[in-house]
């Protein structure tokens, strides 16, 4: 049972538009929730995260939304550069110690 | 500060033979994680060190894998005999506290013949 799911494996995207990752979850216990990303032979990133008494978070051009009720986040990244291009994992994480479950990613292609 | 470090980056062993991936922390991180990574899904916690003592084994195939992190610092993770199914990518990664936000290393990449 997949508890974090990310069901768009791939996004292209214009450079300067905007990009936007979506991640939904199960399990309400998660209180915690972050993305990562990654680029081909190397491990994956801390990019942003939000706890759950948030329902945005932003850094700079990227920007993360919680939707409790819906169970649903979203990554925006305004606007979008083609170093930008790698794979995106969404993850959650429940209490103190911060066990992190992760999607399975989507993989974003920013086109100059 | 330096990133993790994992070795070697990249093995080929043929099924039944042991295999071992070897992970330095970052300086000063007392949580050390080892991740399963499998083609096109994300990490998957294997095994979870607080200093020297494993705080979260339950998703380590124990009849085949093992580690350890001796004195807190260095670990080391193994399969013992490798099977097909352990192709993968073998991340591990590291925080300062258990509830830290987690570095990871560029993982090894295990092919099994």
């Known amino acids: 049972d997949q508890q974090v799911k990310q069901n768009s494996p791939s996004l292209s995207v214009q450079e300067g538009r905007i990009s936007i990752l979506n991640c939904d979850y199960t399990?309400?216990?998660?209180?915690?929730f972050l993305w990562y990303k990654k680029y081909p032979a190397e491990g994956p990133t801390f990019l942003i995260s939000?706890?759950?008494?948030?329902d945005k978070n932003e850094d700079g051009r990227f920007t993360v939304f919680l939707n409790k009720s819906a169970k649903h986040l979203s990554l925006h990244i305004v606007p979008s550069q083609p170093g930008d291009s790698a794979v995106y994992f969404c993850?959650?994480?429940?209490?103190?110690?911060?066990?992190?479950?992760f999607g399975s990613g989507t993989q974003l292609t920013v086109l100059p | 500060e330096a990133g993790v470090v994992q070795s070697p980056r990249y093995k080929i062993i043929e099924k039944k033979q042991p295999v071992a991936f070897w992970c330095n922390p970052i300086?000063?991180?007392?949580?050390l994680y080892w991740y399963l990574q499998n083609l096109g899904q994300g990490p998957e916690l294997l095994i979870r060190y607080e200093n020297e003592e494993a705080v979260d084994d339950s998703q380590l195939p124990k009849d085949r894998f093992s580690a350890e992190r001796l004195k807190g610092v260095d670990s080391t993770l193994k399969i013992q005999p490798a099977e097909l199914g352990d192709s993968a990518v073998y991340l591990c990664?590291?925080?300062?506290?258990?509830?830290?936000?987690?570095?990871f290393g560029p993982g090894t990449r295990l092919t099994v013949l």
């Open positions: 300086s000063g991180h007392n949580t």
């Open positions: 939000i706890s759950s008494i948030k």
């Open positions: 993850a959650a994480g429940t209490g103190s110690a911060r066990q992190l479950t």
């Open positions: 399990n309400s216990m998660f209180d915690y």
């Open positions: 990664a590291s925080s300062r506290t258990l509830a830290g936000e987690q570095f």
